[in-house]
């Protein structure tokens, strides 16, 4: 028998997956791990705790899947994207790490924007702004504010970076990553040099990893120390994984142009794939060879979704079930009876990029009831996606269906909301850890057990469910939208 593993890094949590070469899991293991928030903006995580967390749920995960070590072909691991560490010559961290939540460079995304360099192209094509998430921001902070750390630092990488070189002893950088928020292009030269002479820190560049690998490529294979660190065999190979939504792209079968990952839970993400590259307004990339080679990502995000949904029920207490909130919103028309709910509860990702708009609840009466407004939260959701989508076609990119995984999955109503105001269908797969199944495709892949990643996907990638959209209730939803569209500005306008 032959089984890989796939590692998911994500926020709260390292979690380990062990699969066949189907596609199926036989066991998951889950580490937490604590964030901590020493200011306000600030959020950090102790890079050992990844190691540490990394080996107890391999561990676990072999042992609960009854899987012998000598039979796992390969390893992949995908984590977080922006949580930026600095390392010293060993590979150890000189700070905590600045993890993907923490914004305080937020003054320093001003000092990227102004430059003016041709690398913010992915930046609505080059107008912003630019996130204080990303790589240039956090690391121009560390130099400004941490001028002894950012000297000392041989390497400024990632939680990614951390880990494969701990697992191999080979300091890489991924494609997955360093496309996205790196701005790096190789058809403008790879990484964006002038940009960081620009804000007078060109030794970051050197500070970067120099070799760069494509996901599923082998970084190396397990080292001995990192073999008994995770209950493996040393040699196996490890491959090349990313950023924990782009790999939730490959978990979600996402690896052709035509279908959109739509990434639920407390926010939500959404990454197709173009055949050509195109930038504008509203839109973040497109990001070139970040997952497929010869294919350009296109991104959009909402800051508030899911998480707008727990805020409501936990108003409610415990005297009420999602259950119920559920059937009884399914019960009304759309648009909850003259509800229109804005979910910018912790600003907006995109199409505006606003971290200082905020959430309202407009048209409110004496009529409605809780699950009035239970339903104008879930389709101020849609809204807020269906604003996303527009951008999009807006800029060329059209998707035909959407593949979705997450927290919106165990609600029929907000599967079956979405897919009526966007008028296209969801599809549904049988592993609900998308980003873990993506890096075990990734292993299988490295370990050669597929050609590519295309054909690894649709070898193990399984969908269960399709949502079609209900084309009257889309009508309906015409308007509505329309109104929603009307508030961003008017809320904006009465901000203070």
């Not at 300091?171 to 190789?186: D, F, K, L, Q």
Request: hydrophobic share 40%; glycine share 10%; aromatic share 8%.
């Amino acid at each position: 028998m032959a089984y890989v593993i796939g590692v998911d890094g994500g926020t709260e949590s390292i979690r380990a997956g062990v699969f066949d070469l189907s596609g199926k899991p036989l066991a998951f293991a889950s580490t937490p791990y604590k964030t901590n928030f020493p200011h306000p903006a600030w959020a950090e995580q102790n890079p050992q705790d990844w190691w540490n967390g990394l080996g107890q749920s391999i561990r676990k995960a072999l042992a609960d899947a009854g899987v012998r070590k000598e039979d796992v072909i390969g390893l992949s691991v995908d984590t977080t994207c922006c949580s930026v560490v600095a390392l010293d010559e060993q590979g150890h961290a000189l700070r905590p790490a600045l993890i993907w939540m923490d914004v305080r460079a937020a003054h320093e995304t001003e000092l990227v924007l102004n430059t003016g360099d041709d690398a913010l192209i992915v930046n609505s094509n080059g107008k912003g702004p630019v996130s204080a998430e990303w790589m240039v921001p956090k690391a121009l902070w560390i130099a400004r504010n941490e001028p002894e750390i950012f000297k000392k630092a041989a390497t400024i990488c990632e939680y990614q970076d951390y880990i494969n070189y701990h697992l191999t002893g080979r300091m890489v950088a991924s494609i997955g990553n360093i496309a996205p928020r790196w701005h790096y292009r190789a058809s403008a030269g790879g990484f964006p040099v002038s940009l960081v002479e620009k804000l007078g820190i060109p030794e970051l560049a050197k500070k970067w990893p120099r070799e760069i690998t494509k996901l599923g490529e082998v970084i190396a294979p397990l080292t001995a120390k990192a073999a008994e660190h995770c209950g493996l065999v040393a040699g196996t190979p490890v491959a090349q994984g990313g950023p924990d939504a782009f790999i939730a792209m490959i978990g979600l079968g996402v690896v052709q142009p035509g279908a959109l990952a739509f990434i639920t839970g407390s926010s939500h993400l959404h990454l197709g794939l173009s055949p050509k590259p195109f930038h504008g307004k509203g839109i973040w990339g497109t990001y070139e060879d970040a997952l497929i080679p010869g294919l350009h990502v296109v991104e959009g995000g909402q800051t508030s979704t899911g998480s707008v949904i727990n805020w409501y029920k936990n108003l409610l207490g415990d005297a009420v079930s999602y259950e119920t909130l559920n059937a009884e919103a399914a019960a009304l028309p759309p648009g909850a009876d003259g509800l229109i709910v804005q979910e910018h509860f912790q600003g907006n990702r995109t199409p505006h990029t606003d971290a200082l708009s905020r959430g309202a609840i407009t048209g409110l009466s004496l009529k409605h009831t809780r699950a009035h407004i239970f339903r104008a939260i879930i389709e101020g959701v849609a809204f807020g996606s269906e604003a996303i989508f527009k951008a999009m076609r807006a800029n060329g990119y059209q998707p035909t269906e959407f593949r979705v995984c997450g927290g919106a999955t165990r609600s029929d109503l907000w599967l079956q909301i979405h897919a009526d105001v966007s008028g296209i269908p969801l599809t549904l797969t049988d592993v609900a850890d998308a980003p873990a199944l993506g890096s075990a495709i990734l292993a299988a892949v490295a370990a050669g057990r597929y050609p590519s990643i295309e054909e690894a996907a649709k070898a193990m990638v399984k969908i269960t469910r399709r949502v079609e959209p209900d084309m009257k209730k889309h009508e309906e939803y015409k308007p509505l939208f329309a109104a929603y569209e009307r508030a961003y500005p008017a809320l904006k306008s009465i901000a203070g």
